[in-house]
């Protein structure tokens, strides 16, 4: 995996017209921010503040209509959406493979370097076992692991994530939220993560940036106990996280001057 660039925003703006009203509508506003190379932030806010819309900003699926930003390209980048969108004939194997495939046209990828990259991408989501099986054999939570593992086989050094455990079940949840925190600390990629949960932007995240009405609200830095092995859930510092960011989303948008 290559190092991460940092990434910029200075000033982004995004509008776009309804089609059936003609009305312009402020996706984004104003956004600064810098996200570090290898660091984990989370965005968090209400449905509708601009999250996903930010996201793909910065995936390179969206143009902003206002300001700059770091110019990333599509190959450092790996997207992981809501839904885990595999193809219900191919297996487990096939659809991690499947984007190394396509990308082969460019890159060159011999068939041993793809089979390398797709086995090392289920091992690190514990999906080894089940390279064979089809997604209908799947559980929900093993499913977003493949789209995990989809994405992770590019090896991207940004790591994009658009509320990817929102419809599975606590257990669930939190055995991925663990599961992604551990890759995370051994891989190093920049992750950003939208999530509507504060308790899961304070587990996950080193930091939180909270969103309203399309504007960067305010910034929540999550301290962890130095060398700590224990259940940080438990830890007094995640709990004095998830209070920061409650007051955060309670309080009254801030507005353009």
């Given at each position: 995996?290559?190092?991460?660039?940092?990434?910029?925003?200075?000033?982004?703006?995004?509008?776009?017209?309804?089609?059936?009203?003609?009305?312009?509508?402020?996706?984004?506003?104003?956004?600064?921010?810098?996200?570090?190379?290898?660091?984990?932030?989370?965005?968090?806010?209400?449905?509708?503040?601009?999250k996903?819309?930010?996201?793909?900003?910065?995936?390179?699926?969206?143009?902003?209509?206002?300001?700059?930003?770091?110019?990333?390209?599509?190959?450092?980048?790996?997207?992981?959406?809501?839904?885990?969108?595999?193809?219900?004939?191919?297996?487990?194997?096939?659809?991690?493979?499947?984007p190394?495939?396509?990308?082969?046209?460019?890159?060159?990828?011999?068939?041993?370097?793809?089979?390398?990259?797709?086995?090392?991408?289920?091992?690190?989501?514990?999906?080894e076992?089940?390279?064979?099986?089809?997604?209908?054999?799947?559980?929900?939570?093993?499913?977003?692991?493949?789209?995990?593992?989809?994405?992770?086989?590019?090896?991207?050094?940004?790591?994009?994530?658009?509320?990817?455990?929102?419809?599975?079940?606590?257990?669930?949840?939190?055995?991925?939220?663990?599961?992604?925190?551990?890759?995370?600390?051994?891989q190093?990629?920049?992750?950003?993560?939208?999530?509507h949960?504060?308790?899961?932007?304070?587990?996950?995240?080193?930091?939180?940036?909270?969103?309203?009405?399309?504007?960067?609200?305010?910034?929540?830095?999550?301290?962890?106990?130095?060398?700590?092995?224990?259940?940080?859930?438990a830890?007094?510092?995640?709990?004095?996280?998830?209070?920061?960011?409650?007051?955060?989303?309670?309080?009254?948008?801030?507005?353009?001057?």
């Amino acid at each position: 995996m290559t190092r991460a660039p940092d990434l910029a925003l200075h000033n982004i703006g995004l509008t776009y017209r309804q089609p059936r009203s003609g009305e312009d509508v402020t996706a984004l506003r104003d956004i600064t921010a810098r996200f570090a190379a290898g660091s984990f932030t989370a965005l968090v806010g209400p449905s509708g503040c601009g999250k996903s819309s930010l996201l793909r900003l910065l995936a390179g699926l969206l143009p902003p209509t206002q300001g700059d930003m770091s110019a990333v390209t599509q190959s450092d980048i790996g997207f992981v959406f809501q839904e885990p969108t595999l193809l219900a004939w191919r297996s487990v194997f096939d659809n991690v493979a499947l984007p190394l495939k396509i990308a082969n046209r460019k890159s060159g990828f011999s068939r041993a370097e793809i089979d390398t990259r797709v086995i090392e991408a289920l091992t690190w989501v514990g999906l080894e076992a089940r390279a064979k099986a089809l997604p209908r054999e799947l559980s929900g939570g093993m499913k977003m692991r493949v789209s995990l593992a989809r994405a992770l086989a590019k090896r991207p050094p940004i790591l994009l994530m658009d509320e990817p455990f929102a419809a599975l079940d606590e257990l669930t949840r939190f055995r991925l939220d663990d599961d992604l925190r551990t890759i995370w600390q051994q891989q190093k990629p920049t992750i950003i993560f939208v999530t509507h949960s504060v308790t899961e932007a304070a587990y996950l995240a080193e930091r939180a940036l909270v969103m309203r009405e399309g504007a960067l609200q305010s910034e929540v830095v999550i301290e962890r106990p130095k060398n700590s092995q224990g259940n940080f859930r438990a830890a007094p510092e995640f709990h004095a996280a998830c209070a920061a960011l409650g007051e955060a989303l309670a309080a009254p948008p801030a507005r353009a001057s």
